[in-house]
């Protein structure tokens, strides 16, 4: 009997990887298997057009070391070794060794999450419902942004920013600690559209990226010195008044005290610091003030220093100076997030915690939490972590710390995974998470202001389940009887956005556009107490800190250490995602392998060659990788291009065995580039 075959379908969908692009999928779905996965022509912001990860989507989905059902370790922690359970023994043992380390105190406990999916639902709903329940340890999700977006807030108010489709009518733009071709693929498109009509374009970075070598100038500044490049260029526009006097009356506080400081950053005073000539710095300030209109793309590349807060800060006073925002074209954009009505209280039911104050631990100082033993201070010890949507001991800074941690055998760690990464190594037990085609989700963009729908393509591959599902499931076995853990995925969906956006057009065509003014800052009404772009931030004085932006020096500057002397910063490798993808062959076969790219002149005084194996190393570890004498690396800087999986290094570490658990002056974020090492040939 011939078996019957059913006609392709396109199911629509959302990109659910931490990128501002936030695309509109179309998965080809034949006989119940997933053979394409492409962009949606009809959302404007995604034209159709992928990056090349997420175009080759059903090769992670269909990876032959997918993990397909649920396992128990059976080795040493990092052995790796694990035998095949079913759900209903790994979920019965899981709930029980929990309900009795919540018996003590359910602080022991700790989930530790981020945007592996940046889905609303499989990221931050019923897991977080789950935790709140039971009364767990709460975990302070700083590792990316956080830095940059207190700077935001304390001088526009929120996490917004233009519209980025405008950036295409804009006379010059300023991309700043960004990449785009790697990781803002689709802002690059509208980029090259305003090349094309005569823009210039100018990239601020410390790496002569891909970006860097198209734009028509490159600003090559040291790591950790974005504010007094900024600061550099207050000056300029106010000896020259460049400025929009009516715009800095009306909408603006703070402006006295913020022309006294940055009239003592001469060209020449920042130029020493950032390592730029002060003509460059000159000529970048003439364009800036004398170019309408005239937009800056921030990228959270330059918030990874001690003085990521403030850096914010400085750039995001610039369109204030000279009335930049009066135009759709003008403005800047960090990130779009904030314009989204989400309804968190609803997905995450913070009321579960029914009076109760958990402690916070941030999640980028891992490393030091779970060395910690219990104190007054402190509280418990950690006992247990749920890891779901991250690979910490991947990406988490000062991985030997993270890794001795994960190695206490009297640490039960569960892990939500689709593959045996460096973290579900050391796991207790590792549960089979569904895809982006196999499960409903619910998108905001940081990059756009659409609403993005996610439909499942496909069942469930094996027997992996959605976040939500196996949490719900959890929930029953620790005895939560509350109506909101049996909410199926849809309500959830309908639930995120509290009726402000239509559901139905959503369901129609995947997307919904919120309705926020093409120049939403033209006249002002900026989203801080205010009102107005405040140049001087009261609620940072209250605090005691400083109410103005200013240069706040790395904790390891250049020319502090005479051991270490070397700069490194650690930026995406331009086929993976964080550390997702690094497990495709195709994408890892166009990576090849860990490489730290090096200037000809700093490899020369070590007698370091391309493609010879070097060690890396400070106070905090040792790396080897194999270098690439490049003009990429400025001199003084070295570039460790990440985050490769640990087990597929050279010596079973990554490029965080470097860096620090340090935070930002704002945001608690952490500090990635801000990093002192020295490199010899191994």
């Known amino acids: ?23 509109a999928l179309l998965t080809t779905v034949e006989n119940g298997v997933a053979t394409k996965v492409q962009g949606n022509p009809e959302h404007r912001h995604t034209d159709g057009v992928l990056c090349t990860k997420v175009s080759r989507y059903t090769e992670r989905t269909y990876h032959a070391e997918r993990i397909l059902h649920p396992l128990r370790r059976i080795g040493p922690k990092g052995s790796g070794r694990f035998e095949r359970v079913t759900w209903d023994q790994a979920l019965t043992d899981i709930a029980q060794r929990l309900r009795a380390i919540a018996a003590v105190d359910p602080q022991a406990i700790l989930p530790y999450s981020y945007c592996g999916t940046m889905g609303l639902v499989q990221g931050d709903s019923m897991g977080m419902r789950f935790f709140n329940r039971l009364g767990a340890s709460l975990l302070d999700r700083t590792i990316c942004s956080t830095a940059g977006v207190e700077g935001l807030v304390q001088t526009i108010g929120a996490k917004v920013g233009m519209k980025v489709e405008f950036f295409a009518e804009s006379k010059l733009i300023l991309i700043w600690g960004s990449n785009s071709i790697t990781s803002n693929l689709h802002f690059w498109r509208i980029a090259q559209a305003a090349k094309r009509a005569g823009a210039k374009l100018v990239c601020i970075d410390p790496r002569r990226t891909e970006t860097a070598e198209k734009c028509h100038e490159h600003v090559q500044l040291r790591p950790g010195t974005d504010a007094a490049l900024a600061l550099a260029l207050m000056h300029e526009l106010i000896v020259n008044d460049w400025l929009d006097h009516d715009y800095i009356a009306r909408h603006t506080s703070g402006w006295e005290a913020l022309r006294e400081r940055a009239l003592r950053w001469s060209p020449e005073r920042a130029g020493e610091i950032c390592g730029v000539p002060p003509e460059q710095i000159r000529s970048l300030a003439r364009d800036y003030g004398t170019t309408q209109p005239a937009a800056i793309r921030l990228n959270y590349g330059m918030q990874r220093v001690h003085g990521g807060g403030n850096a914010a800060r400085a750039v995001a006073c610039l369109p204030a100076l000279t009335g930049a925002w009066r135009h759709r074209a003008g403005g800047m954009l960090l990130g779009a997030s904030g314009f989204f009505p989400v309804d968190r209280a609803a997905l995450q039911r913070p009321d579960l915690l029914a009076g109760r104050k958990s402690r916070t631990i941030n999640m980028v100082t891992i490393g030091d939490a779970l060395a910690r033993p219990s104190s007054e201070q402190f509280g418990p010890k950690l006992e247990a972590l749920v890891v779901y949507n991250s690979n910490p001991m991947a990406v988490a800074p000062d991985s030997s710390k993270v890794a001795a941690g994960f190695a206490r055998e009297d640490l039960f760690t569960v892990v939500l995974e689709h593959f045996q990464t460096d973290t579900a190594d050391y796991a207790d037990y590792i549960l089979p998470a569904t895809t982006q085609l196999e499960h409903w989700d619910i998108h905001l963009s940081y990059g756009h202001t659409d609403v993005v729908l996610n439909r499942p393509a496909i069942e469930p591959v094996g027997e992996s389940k959605p976040n939500t599902q196996i949490f719900r499931e959890l929930a029953q076995r620790m005895g939560f009887d509350e109506p909101c853990f049996v909410e199926d995925d849809v309500s959830l969906c309908r639930l995120a956005y509290g009726g402000t956006v239509n559901f139905e057009e959503l369901l129609a065509h995947g997307f919904a556009t919120l309705p926020i003014p093409d120049a939403p800052f033209a006249e002002g009404a900026f989203l801080t107490p205010s009102g107005k772009c405040e140049f001087f931030s009261e609620r940072l004085a209250r605090q005691g800190l400083d109410g103005l932006p200013d240069h706040v020096p790395n904790h390891e500057a250049v020319g502090t250490s005479s051991r270490y002397p070397l700069a490194m910063i650690s930026p995406p490798a331009r086929n993976f995602m964080n550390s997702t993808f690094v497990n495709v062959p195709s994408l890892r076969d166009i990576e090849g392998e860990p490489l730290l790219e090096i ?40 570039n460790g291009l990440g985050v490769w999986w640990r087990k597929l290094g050279l010596d079973g570490t990554n490029v965080n065995e470097l860096t620090s658990q340090k935070l930002t002056d704002l945001g608690r974020g952490p500090v990635f580039y801000d990093c002192l090492v020295e490199v010899e040939a191994a």
Do not use: K, L, T, Y
């Open 599 to 638: 200037h000809a002149s700093d490899a020369a005084a070590r007698g370091i060659a391309s493609g010879a194996v070097v060690r890396v190393f400070n106070d905090r570890g040792e790396h080897r990788c194999r270098a690439d004498v490049s003009p990429r690396a400025r001199p003084g800087v070295v």
């Open 1 to 23: 009997m011939n078996s019957i075959s059913i006609s392709p379908i396109q199911v629509r969908g959302a990109c659910p990887h931490d990128c501002p692009d936030a695309c």
